[in-house]
């Protein structure tokens, strides 16, 4: 599985979240936030790979999160663009089908991406939607870059546009159930998170 994450020392993270309380709390928090979706992920029956924002902080990231199969330096490109390079590469390196993962969904975990992978037995796409209207997991058998072509990033229109992209594709897709995606501090809430001044984790 593709796992993105940006570095938290480094990068412009959770935005909506920096809104409210500033950005090193935020940075603590992503960072948390990441260092739980990395472990929920581990199985020891399929290959981890980090996909790591920026480029020039791959060595960093994979000190912070250990255990990756494999870490990659995500090129400068737009999230669409990003999220495509990472199929690409995987399905270059021949893999039979791949999964893209969002750190900022802790409630996927490894059991998605084989529930996933049963789906692709007999679906072409599979997704795991979330609360704001994104995805959370996406998974193909073949590369499909068209997937991510006019989609718009950071709106509650990332599902519904790449359902319809797969409609006009005649992609068979399957849904998994919904999960939270942290965008706001009202998500962290949610999901049970204390917020600084407390600790910074769930």
Same mark, same amino acid.
């Given at each position: 599985?593709?796992?993105?994450?940006?570095? %938290?020392?480094?990068s412009?993270?959770?935005?909506?979240?920096a809104?409210?309380?500033?950005?090193?709390?935020?940075?603590?928090?992503?960072?948390?936030?990441?260092?739980?979706? %990395?472990?929920?992920?581990?199985?020891?029956?399929?290959?981890?790979?980090?996909?790591?924002?920026?480029?020039?902080?791959?060595?960093?990231?994979?000190?912070?999160?250990?255990?990756?199969?494999?870490?990659?330096p995500?090129?400068?490109?737009?999230?669409?663009?990003?999220?495509? %390079?990472?199929?690409?590469?995987?399905?270059?390196?021949?893999?039979?089908?791949?999964?893209?993962?969002r750190?900022?969904?802790?409630e996927?975990?490894s059991?998605?991406f084989?529930?996933?992978g049963?789906?692709?037995?007999?679906s072409?796409?599979?997704?795991?939607?979330?609360q704001?209207?994104?995805?959370?997991?996406?998974?193909?058998?073949?590369?499909?870059?068209?997937?991510?072509?006019?989609v718009?990033?950071?709106?509650?229109?990332?599902?519904?546009?790449?359902?319809?992209?797969?409609?006009?594709?005649?992609?068979?897709?399957y849904?998994?159930?919904?999960v939270?995606?942290?965008?706001?501090?009202?998500?962290?809430?949610?999901?049970? %998170?204390?917020?600084?001044?407390?600790?910074?984790?769930?």
């Amino acid at each position: 599985m593709l796992v993105f994450v940006r570095d %938290w020392r480094s990068s412009e993270v959770l935005p909506g979240v920096a809104d409210a309380l500033g950005g090193e709390a935020t940075r603590q928090i992503y960072k948390k936030l990441a260092e739980t979706s %990395w472990g929920n992920l581990m199985d020891p029956r399929y290959e981890r790979w980090l996909m790591a924002h920026p480029a020039e902080a791959v060595d960093s990231v994979a000190e912070w999160l250990p255990g990756a199969d494999q870490v990659f330096p995500l090129p400068p490109l737009g999230r669409g663009d990003r999220l495509d %390079w990472g199929f690409r590469h995987a399905f270059s390196k021949g893999m039979p089908w791949v999964a893209g993962v969002r750190m900022e969904c802790p409630e996927i975990n490894s059991r998605h991406f084989r529930e996933v992978g049963r789906a692709l037995q007999e679906s072409d796409l599979a997704l795991v939607p979330t609360q704001r209207g994104s995805y959370g997991m996406i998974a193909m058998k073949e590369h499909y870059p068209e997937i991510f072509e006019g989609v718009p990033w950071g709106t509650r229109e990332v599902f519904q546009a790449t359902m319809d992209i797969a409609l006009d594709m005649e992609l068979s897709v399957y849904c998994l159930p919904e999960v939270k995606e942290v965008a706001v501090v009202d998500d962290l809430i949610k999901l049970g %998170w204390q917020l600084p001044g407390q600790s910074c984790g769930p």
